[in-house]
């Protein structure tokens, strides 16, 4: 997996943050294209490339959801945008809200606050599962879970101004 | 062997240069640190009644009395189009040619320009400036710009660069410059805001320091919001005031307007330090006074500065900090001179901003540093920036997939496939666009790139990839591969706002006819700085014991050389100087030989040779 190979890691699911991010400092050090200003050009886009790589993989890495995803991704799981069937009833009910509010009956404002809270709640949740979570399976699930609980969050916010 | 050892030919270096709306300033890294050169160049450009373009000081007396030949604030047009700039085109007497649609030209006298090559005339004035002090030539350079600059406004500061006659290694944000400028003899470690507002533009930046690395977190701002938005709210209510006092509506009248805002500004820079100024104008043997005082100046620009704060607490949240962990604030930019800034900026961070520094130079100074840690000189520090705005391409329905998040850490990319939707299609337009709102129409167009040469096939079986790769400047760049063949897939760019390469080219080389018309006289100031370090060298040769041990007949030959040379240093032949410099060499050769048998001696006399 290219991302863990730019920081010489073995590919796992969980990592050391503070280890990370030393040798993201480490690389940068010694790849960035400051570097390499008076050098060939080849040896600059070599430069460019490797630290833009570097880049890529530390923001991707550092994250533990977005390492979840490319973990999965490399090793060949599919993630679903499919609504998690437990959730199909509250999704029902959240978009009859939005759709009260948007035509301006402010007596859904409150049911909307406090299911974006217990959404906020959910991925938060779904958060501490993963991170001790090692069945690849399980953690799909719970990715799947997430993404359409982050989706609904944006949703609520979009119409919420804080 | 000559003295040419002493002064020999040392590479030349990179300067750093901060292109500002209202006043532009170069700067270069030496052993005791960065240094700004010669003086403040005012970034104004004009067209003398011969033809000649002038930029600077000079060109500033201009706007007085030639304002339809003279531009200022041209940064505000760089990398935009005519639609962009109709709110500008109210308060700035710019002026656009008819017809101008995505690359916007200015008509001053005779001549157009687009305003990169505006820009490229500054750039050239303080490369000059920077050659005539330094004694060397300059051919590259780090550039400021503002961290909120999009794409297409990087990218035509860069184009100036190059029809300038400089290579432009690296176009560095300003807030960052300053960062850098400041974490060179501060603070070591620790998470700083810089808070830059200048005369036309506004960003705010919030960076960890790092055992010598400065990691940008997140940084936000305002392209079009500056000092001039308080100048153009005042000089609207003085033109009023005028046409009120003297029944005259002077509004039209290029050259009043122009002293009205001299006399504005002017009154506004008192106005930091003093709690009342006078707005005087004096224009056909009318005269015009009016007391303000700072309580209503503060009510005039309170919107304007408030309009700095929402970006600030968009930044903080962004670089996932809180007021809390932010150990200091650095204000950058001339405006942050004003007592309502210091007061607004203080109570958001709730601690007291930096203002040691002196605001209009600590951005060029951090630009000198860049180019010395590009040259090596400076080997301990790295800048690692981000990328300001959202990038993305528009998919089904005029929507945006975004591709690369805005505060990313660049050089970043992003790899995409794409495939074909009708059989046998040879083409496929992508439509970049950088923004952070959810329609195409909402964004910031950037180009279209447009895949071609696919090989025929049925529909949705071609399969290429895409690579979009923003590199160290921020600047956006596409290379597509067809995966079935592993083939480079061609990809044609047409940029939406801005100038195409070949345009740059022709400009460059528009730029190198007017550069010969110069050259004369440049290699007469190259000649002259070469005389100044040669007689420089001689006199201090002369105090040497070596020279007293000379015969009668070299001191003699020396004298002469000297006396000859500084006949003709004032002539207009730059051959002669260089005839003359040549003489006083060899007249001083015999001596030059003996200074450094001495200094061998001398040297090895204090060796020890046992070891």
Not at chain 2, 178 to 191: F, Q, S, T
Not at chain 2, 196 to 205: L, V
Not at chain 2, 354 to 372: C, F, S
């Amino acid at each position: 997996m290219q991302y863990y190979e730019a920081f010489g890691l073995e590919p796992a699911l969980s990592l050391d943050a503070d280890d990370l991010k030393k040798r993201f400092y480490e690389r940068s050090r010694l790849w960035h294209p400051d570097k390499f200003s008076r050098a060939s050009t080849e040896e600059q886009e070599k430069a460019l490339e490797m630290t833009a790589v570097l880049n890529d993989a530390f923001r991707t890495l550092r994250d533990p959801v977005a390492r979840a995803e490319y973990f999965l991704k490399e090793k060949g799981f599919e993630l679903s945008k499919e609504a998690p069937p437990e959730l199909l009833e509250e999704v029902f009910e959240l978009n009859m809200a939005l759709e009260e509010l948007k035509e301006g009956d402010e007596s859904a404002r409150p049911q909307l606050i406090e299911a974006r809270d217990r959404f906020v709640a959910m991925r938060d949740s779904i958060d501490g599962s993963l991170a001790t979570t090692t069945d690849l399976e399980q953690v799909r699930s719970l990715l799947n879970r997430r993404r359409y609980v982050r989706n609904l969050i944006r949703e609520v916010e979009n119409v919420l101004p804080n | 062997m000559s003295f040419q050892i002493d002064f020999g030919n040392e590479k030349s270096p990179i300067v750093g240069i901060d292109l500002g709306t209202t006043n532009s300033l170069v700067a270069v890294m030496e052993l005791t640190g960065p240094r700004i050169l010669s003086g403040i160049v005012p970034s104004v450009v004009s067209v003398t009644e011969a033809g000649d373009v002038i930029a600077g000081v000079e060109a500033r007396e201009m706007l007085l009395t030639h304002p339809d030949r003279t531009v200022y604030s041209v940064k505000r047009l760089m990398g935009r189009g005519v639609d962009d700039i109709q709110d500008e085109l109210k308060l700035f007497p710019f002026h656009i040619v008819e017809g101008s649609e995505s690359t916007i030209r200015l008509k001053l006298g005779e001549k157009m320009f687009t305003p990169p090559e505006v820009s490229a005339h500054i750039l050239r004035k303080l490369k000059l400036d920077a050659e005539a002090e330094l004694g060397v030539a300059i051919t590259q350079a780090v550039i400021t710009v503002p961290a909120y600059f999009n794409d297409a406004q990087r990218q035509a500061t860069k184009d100036a660069g190059r029809i300038a006659g400089l290579e432009v290694l690296r176009l560095v944000n300003e807030p960052t410059a300053a960062a850098l400028a400041y974490g060179l003899d501060k603070r070591k470690e620790g998470i700083v805001a810089v808070y830059d507002f200048g005369g036309g533009t506004f960003d705010i930046s919030i960076l960890r320091l790092h055992d010598g690395i400065f990691e940008v977190l997140a940084t936000n701002g305002d392209t079009h919001l500056g000092g001039d938005d308080i100048d153009n709210l005042m000089l609207r209510i003085a033109l009023e005031d005028v046409k009120d006092e003297w029944n005259e509506d002077v509004s039209m009248k290029a050259d009043a307007v122009q002293l009205l805002r001299r006399a504005v500004i002017s009154a506004k820079e008192q106005l930091s330090f003093v709690p009342s100024a006078t707005i005087d104008l004096a224009y056909n043997g009318k005269t015009y006074q009016r007391e303000i005082t700072r309580e209503l100046f503060d009510k005039l620009a309170a919107p304007v500065i408030d309009r700095t704060l929402g970006p600030c607490r968009d930044c903080i949240k962004d670089a996932g900090v809180s007021v809390a962990e932010i150990n200091e604030v650095v204000m950058v930019g001339g405006s942050t001179r004003i007592p309502l800034v210091r007061g607004a900026v203080e109570a958001l961070f709730r601690k007291r901003p930096h203002t040691e520094l002196n605001p209009d130079e600590v951005v060029a100074l951090g630009a000198a540093v860049q180019a010395g840690i590009l040259s090596g000189d400076v080997e301990d520090k790295l800048l690692l920036d981000v990328t300001p705005l959202s990038l993305g391409i528009e998919t089904m329905g005029g929507l945006v997939s975004k591709l690369i998040h805005r505060n990313s850490t660049i050089p970043a990319s992003a790899t995409e496939q794409f495939t074909t939707a009708v059989d046998g299609q040879r083409n496929v337009l992508i439509h970049v666009v950088q923004g952070e709102r959810e329609l195409v129409k909402d964004c910031r167009s950037l180009a279209r790139f447009d895949l071609k040469d696919i090989a025929p096939m049925p529909a949705g079986f071609a399969r290429i990839e895409v690579r979009f790769l923003i590199d160290a400047n921020g600047i956006l760049s596409v290379t597509a591969r067809d995966q079935r063949s592993g083939k480079e897939q061609s990809v044609e760019i047409k940029p939406s706002y801005g100038l195409t390469d070949d345009q740059v080219e022709a400009m460059i080389l528009e730029s190198f006819d007017k550069a010969e018309e110069d050259f004369s006289e440049r290699q007469l100031r190259e000649a002259r700085v070469e005389a100044d370090s040669i007689l420089a060298a001689t006199d201090k040769a002369k105090q040497n014991d070596a020279y007293f041990e000379l015969s009668e007949v070299d001191r003699a030959s020396i004298e002469r050389g000297i006396n000859e040379l500084l006949v003709v240093y004032h002539g207009n032949d730059h051959l002669l100087v260089r005839a003359k410099i040549d003489q006083l060499n060899e007249a001083t050769q015999t001596l030059a030989e003996n200074m450094m048998n001495t200094a061998v001696r001398g040297a090895l006399k204090g060796t020890n040779v046992n070891g």
